[in-house]
């Protein structure tokens, strides 16, 4: 068997010049043909494919004492987060197809733990305090490995995702009013404001997360989601943003954005609220808690609510024909 080399000079060889020169101008042709193709398919090409991001623009965050800065950030945010939140923070990391709840997209700044009013930003304070205390029923960990100073930078650094950081300020903090004491008159009022408010849709009669609408929920992005299982807990049982009655009184207030779950600040009063929060604990059969004592002490039911009437007194009548002063 021949080389190409070979045959090809032995062609040349057996050829007349006139054969070679056609050979040589064919060969041209082609290359030249060739070429004007690729250079013309190169630039009626569309413009497709993972573009370069923009260098964002320098953040910074401000806890307490502590400043964080977004650039000292860059090497923790890529090796502990951008696996699951994704080099540019939309929550397309490559882990993130076996995620579920799928992580947060930081480019659209929508965040479930807040101490401000529904739709405005979150505090730094926010957003630090959940990286150290993690969400539960979710793959976020507790980052309380990290010291403060690189939370507060990682705080930063979430912050160069979307432009909202720079357009708009976070919201005022909510207000927190002192917690009243739990009775099981207080128990009985948020049993019928469960009920008034339709929790139960959600959640569930038992607070299960079992409610009739619970398989139908989705979240902002339209990914399924599922309502918190408020008797599957055990005494060390967390919500996904605290533990404290604080924290569930907090949530009512503010809602969880990108959630079914809405804020009550517009429904139900101060009180109402605490109301809630204390049957809500009665909820958690397994949970050593003050609702939980009291309810037990009350022989374990929780009675009927009975709505308090305005017992005002109504203005004294005055005699017929006689005027207020008396006379005739």
């Not at 250079?39 to 400043?67: L, N, R, W, Y």
């Not at 939370?151 to 995702?161: E, G, H, P, S």
């Not at 517009?266 to 009665?282: C, G, Y």
Request: glycine fraction near 8%.
């Amino acid at each position: 068997m021949k080389l190409p080399g070979e045959f090809v000079l032995r062609m040349l060889l057996m050829n007349s010049s006139k054969h070679v020169h056609l050979f040589f101008s064919a060969i041209l042709s082609f290359t030249l043909a060739a070429g004007f193709t690729v250079a013309a398919s190169a630039q009626d090409a569309p413009d497709v494919g993972p573009h370069p991001p923009e260098p964002a623009k320098a953040m910074e965050s401000h806890i307490g004492s502590i400043t964080g800065h977004s650039q000292a950030a860059k090497t923790d945010y890529r090796r502990y987060c951008a696996g699951c939140h994704g080099d540019l923070g939309d929550g397309n990391g490559e882990n993130a197809v076996w995620l579920d709840p799928r992580p947060r997209d930081f480019t659209i700044a929508t965040f479930k733990c807040r101490s401000t009013p529904t739709g405005t930003l979150p505090t730094d304070e926010d957003l630090f305090n959940t990286i150290g205390r993690g969400l539960t029923n979710s793959n976020m960990p507790i980052w309380n490995a990290f010291s403060k100073q690189q939370r507060a930078d990682l705080v930063a650094y979430i912050k160069t995702f979307s432009p909202r950081w720079q357009k708009e300020k976070a919201g005022d903090p909510i207000k927190i009013p002192a917690e009243p004491p739990v009775t099981i008159e207080s128990i009985a009022h948020g049993k019928a404001l469960f009920t008034k408010l339709e929790c139960g849709k959600c959640h569930g009669p038992q607070g299960k997360g079992d409610g009739p609408s619970a398989a139908t929920l989705t979240d902002s992005k339209d990914q399924p989601i599922r309502p918190y299982n408020f008797a599957d807990g055990k005494d060390d049982s967390r919500f996904k943003c605290g533990s404290e009655n604080s924290d569930i009184y907090r949530i009512f207030i503010t809602g969880v954005d990108g959630t079914p779950m809405p804020s009550f600040a517009d429904t139900i009063q101060p009180a109402d609220a605490w109301d809630l929060v204390h049957f809500l604990r009665t909820l958690q059969p397994y949970r050593h808690s003050k609702e939980n004592e009291v309810l037990k002490a009350a022989g374990g039911r929780i009675p009927p609510y009975v709505e308090k009437q305005d017992n005002k007194e109504a203005p004294a009548s005055t005699p017929e024909n006689k005027s207020p002063g008396g006379g005739d």
